[in-house]
């Protein structure tokens, strides 16, 4: 009677054991799948950083012309005042 309790111990035991190695890939696997989404996520923030940079360069560029234009418009608008005066 005790050789069976022992043996139904030591199938437990290694069903118990089987599960923790099922477990461990299981785990193992979610690690990698982790990883390459991780990896995923450092591109796209680059790709979107290098977009970001290209999109305030071209703000800075158009903020500039939109001043020079701004400035030619301004000595256009004194010009057309000494214009008026004189006349």
Excluded: P
Excluded at 2 to 11: P, R
Excluded at 28 to 33: A, K, Q, S
Excluded at 40 to 68: F, G, P, V, Y
């Amino acid at each position: 009677m005790l050789l069976y309790i022992l043996i139904g111990l030591c199938l437990s035991l290694a069903g118990v054991a089987g599960l923790q190695f099922m477990y461990m890939f299981y785990l193992d696997r979610l690690d990698g799948e982790r990883k390459k989404r991780l990896h995923e996520l450092e591109q796209r923030c680059k790709n979107l950083s290098m977009r970001l940079i290209a999109a305030e360069d071209k703000i800075a560029s158009q903020n500039e012309l939109i001043e020079t234009l701004e400035i030619y418009n301004g000595h256009d608008e004194e010009a057309w005042a000494d214009v008026l005066d004189e006349g």
